[in-house]
């Protein structure tokens, strides 16, 4: 197995995946040196019901279409085959199994970030991985630190990274409305998942 130095976990409910998380990824990717990105769709979020999201299968096939084409990116089925609630700690404590010396980079939305102290194995989870928090334009980035300053120890607020990610002003939300209410959605996701989502009749 090649011994890789640094990888990506892009960590998202991913419903649609859009161009937004795609240049977070890349742009992580490319800030932090990382020799390759692995999309983790969340399977089932812990913070959401069953009901609010879309199945599975389906945010998995829209994200693989979606990383096809970047020989850096690769999905995984880890949390979606995982039993109960996606938990970021275990599927960091896998892929540390797998990749047993290298950095790992947990990449996601700052927002989700933010909640990080409600997450199970809090501390464990700083020190296994930095956190890549990728923010929305218009997000003023110290607001990440501030927020979380006092709550989390200093030397675990080093290891959350805040990255402006302008082409996040897409938005899955935005994207299911308009799906829901007719407008276009073309040229904010890759047109295999745009494809997918008209073909299988999603978000209607
Ligand atoms: P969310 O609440 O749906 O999203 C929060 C915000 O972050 C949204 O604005 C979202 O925008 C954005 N976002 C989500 N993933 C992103 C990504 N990879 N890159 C850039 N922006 C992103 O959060 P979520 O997607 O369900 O959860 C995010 C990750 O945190 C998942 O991997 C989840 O499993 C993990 N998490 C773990 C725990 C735990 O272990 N206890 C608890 C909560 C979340 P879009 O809607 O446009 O994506």
């Not at 995984?76 to 790992?104: A, C, F, K, N």
């Amino acid at each position: 197995m090649k011994a890789w130095k640094r990888i990506g976990l892009m960590g998202g409910t991913f419903d649609p995946i859009h161009y937004g998380h795609l240049v977070a990824a890349e742009g992580a990717r490319h800030s932090f040196a990382l020799d390759k990105v692995i999309f983790v769709p969340a399977g089932r979020p812990p913070h959401k019901s069953a009901r609010q999201i879309t199945d599975p299968y389906h945010r998995f096939i829209m994200t693989e279409l979606a990383v096809a084409s970047n020989p850096y990116f690769e999905t995984s089925t880890i949390e979606v085959e995982r039993p109960g609630y996606s938990y970021t700690i275990d599927t960091v404590r896998q892929v540390r199994e797998l990749y047993p010396h290298t950095e790992i980079y947990f990449i996601t939305g700052a927002d989700a970030v933010l909640e990080i102290l409600s997450w199970k194995d809090v501390d464990e989870l700083l020190e296994m991985c930095w956190f890549i928090a990728a923010t929305r334009p218009g997000y003023p980035l110290g607001n990440l630190r501030s927020r979380l300053k006092g709550k989390i120890k200093e030397s675990q607020m080093e290891r959350i990274i805040p990255m402006e990610v302008p082409a996040l002003a897409i938005s899955s939300t935005d994207i299911r409305a308009r799906v829901r209410e007719g407008r276009p959605i073309k040229y904010l996701l890759p047109e295999p998942v745009e494809a997918y989502i008209l073909n299988r009749g999603l978000y209607k």
